[in-house]
Every structure is written in structure tokens, then in C-alpha cells.
């Protein structure tokens, strides 16, 4: 089995929700998917499927709807003024990817966001014996190299018992995942272009590269957006 990385936005049920809506008293997975679908029915999104049940994490691909994406990003920028936007000083938007690989799954974790692709692409380039830092929100990873293979350590949460997975993956499936991933996130970066031309009008590119890649280096693909 190849290795997967889904490019997966979060959409946090309280950032969506009306005020009045409570919060459940007790949690499954069927009541908690329910109470993620009544808070994005709250601010007009209707028909989002999870990446699996239960889970906040949405596919970049599955989102065409713009009028979404705009509400998503709105969300992002609720409570920040223009000039704060324009000087660039927030994260790219919650998410990350999704890593699959033979019977593992790994979800993005607490504080992660879509601008950690870049983590990814630097384990590829990994020729360090010794343990870095492979960033996906907290807990995070470790990984090294091991010639062809890379071999990534799963942590665990200051107090959890340390039970890390240890496994290792052929480097080559990862760069060719990464790079499927970054396809997707262009697509992606370039569907937004006309909500971010909305938000800032001269600096939208800049803004595009923010919100995708967590950095400024984003380039307009095509004169025709």
C-alpha cells in the first residue's frame, strides 16, 4: 500500500455554531458527528462529509462550494481588523494532512494547520541518524533517516503513558505523497483567489500564501484568475 497525505481543513464545531446552540452532555461518535453537522448548518453549510465519522477534518478536494469557503475563512478573520490581516500576522488556515499508510492513520493535532505540509516535504529530505521534530500539532512526531526508509515515532501527550508506534516508510512513497499533497493545496490555493481578492485587494496572492502554505512565497498560477 502507498502512502497517503489528505490535505484536510478543521472546521471546529464552536467556531461555526449559533451562541444559543448547547453543547451536548454526553458525547458517542454518531452524537458528536451530529453536533459538528448542527453547527455548520448554523452558519449556512449544509453538506460536508468528514473525512471519517465523528471527525472535525473535511478533504480540501471534497469543498467546491465557494460560498463555504468564503464562510470559512470570514471565520478565520471574525475578529480581526484589515490592517492586521494585511501585515500577515496569523497561521495558515486549521487542518493538515491526513497520513495513511498500510493500517495506520494519523490525523493533524491539536494547533496544526495546512502550512505544515512543510514539515512533511522536509522529512523526505531527511538524512539525520538522529530524531527530529516532525510537526503535526501537539502530540507531533519523530522521524530519522534510515537510508531508503524513513523511520517516524509517534509521541504522546505530556502524562500519557509513553506507548509510541514505532514504523518505518520508504522515502520515495513520501515524496511522491507530499507532492500529490501540493497538488491539491494549488488547486486549492488557486479556488480561493477570488475571496481572497475580496479581503485584500492588492495583497491577495500574499494573503493566498498565508492561509495554504503559512508563508508568502505563493505565486498566482495563471493570469486568467
Given at each position: 500500500?502507498t502512502?497517503?497525505?489528505?490535505?484536510?481543513?478543521?472546521?471546529?464545531?464552536?467556531?461555526?455554531?449559533?451562541?444559543?446552540?448547547?453543547?451536548?452532555?454526553?458525547?458517542?461518535?454518531?452524537?458528536?458527528?451530529?453536533?459538528?453537522?448542527?453547527?455548520?448548518?448554523?452558519?449556512?453549510?449544509?453538506?460536508?462529509?468528514?473525512?471519517?465519522?465523528?471527525?472535525?477534518?473535511?478533504?480540501?478536494?471534497?469543498?467546491?462550494?465557494?460560498?463555504?469557503?468564503?464562510?470559512?475563512?470570514?471565520k478565520?478573520?471574525?475578529?480581526?481588523?484589515?490592517?492586521?490581516?494585511?501585515?500577515?500576522?496569523f497561521?495558515?488556515?486549521?487542518?493538515?494532512?491526513?497520513?495513511?499508510?498500510?493500517?495506520?492513520?494519523?490525523?493533524?493535532?491539536?494547533?496544526?494547520?495546512?502550512?505544515?505540509?512543510?514539515?512533511?516535504?522536509?522529512?523526505?529530505?531527511?538524512?539525520?541518524?538522529?530524531?527530529?521534530?516532525?510537526?503535526?500539532?501537539?502530540?507531533?512526531?519523530k522521524y530519522?533517516?534510515?537510508?531508503?526508509?524513513i523511520?517516524?515515532?509517534?509521541?504522546?501527550?505530556?502524562?500519557?503513558?509513553?506507548?509510541?508506534?514505532?514504523?518505518?516508510?520508504?522515502?520515495?512513497?513520501?515524496?511522491?505523497?507530499?507532492e500529490?499533497?501540493?497538488?491539491?493545496?494549488?488547486?486549492?490555493?488557486?479556488?480561493?483567489?477570488?475571496?481572497?481578492?475580496?479581503?485584500?485587494?492588492?495583497?491577495?496572492?500574499?494573503?493566498?500564501?498565508?492561509?495554504?502554505?503559512g508563508?508568502?512565497?505563493?505565486?498566482?498560477?495563471?493570469?486568467?484568475?
Open positions: 500500500m502512502i497517503i497525505l489528505t490535505p484536510v481543513l478543521e472546521l471546529e464545531p464552536y467556531t461555526f455554531k449559533n451562541p444559543d446552540r448547547e453543547y451536548p452532555l454526553s458525547y458517542s461518535t454518531e452524537i458528536n458527528e451530529q453536533f459538528w453537522r448542527d453547527c455548520l448548518i448554523d452558519s449556512g453549510i449544509t453538506d460536508l462529509e468528514p473525512y471519517q465519522p465523528g471527525s472535525w477534518f473535511v478533504p480540501l478536494a471534497n469543498i467546491h462550494n465557494l460560498i463555504y469557503l468564503k464562510t470559512i475563512i470570514n478565520k478573520f471574525e475578529d480581526n481588523s484589515r490592517e492586521s490581516i494585511a501585515e500577515m500576522d497561521s495558515s488556515l486549521s487542518g493538515g494532512c491526513v497520513f495513511e499508510y498500510r493500517d495506520i492513520i494519523i490525523f493533524p493535532n491539536c494547533c496544526c494547520d495546512l502550512g505544515d505540509i512543510a514539515e512533511w516535504e522536509a522529512a523526505t529530505h531527511c538524512k539525520n541518524k538522529e530524531k527530529e521534530t516532525l510537526w503535526i500539532g501537539h502530540p507531533w512526531l530519522r533517516s534510515k537510508e531508503d526508509l523511520e517516524i515515532t509517534q509521541t504522546a501527550e505530556s502524562g500519557e503513558p509513553p506507548q509510541p508506534e514505532i514504523f518505518d516508510i520508504p522515502r520515495k512513497e513520501l515524496t511522491i505523497a507530499v500529490q499533497a501540493k497538488e491539491e493545496m494549488t488547486e486549492f490555493a488557486l479556488k480561493i483567489i477570488p475571496i481572497a481578492r475580496e479581503i485584500l485587494p492588492n495583497n491577495y496572492n500574499e494573503l493566498i500564501a498565508r492561509l495554504v502554505w508563508n508568502c512565497n505563493y505565486q498566482e498560477k495563471s493570469d486568467r484568475h
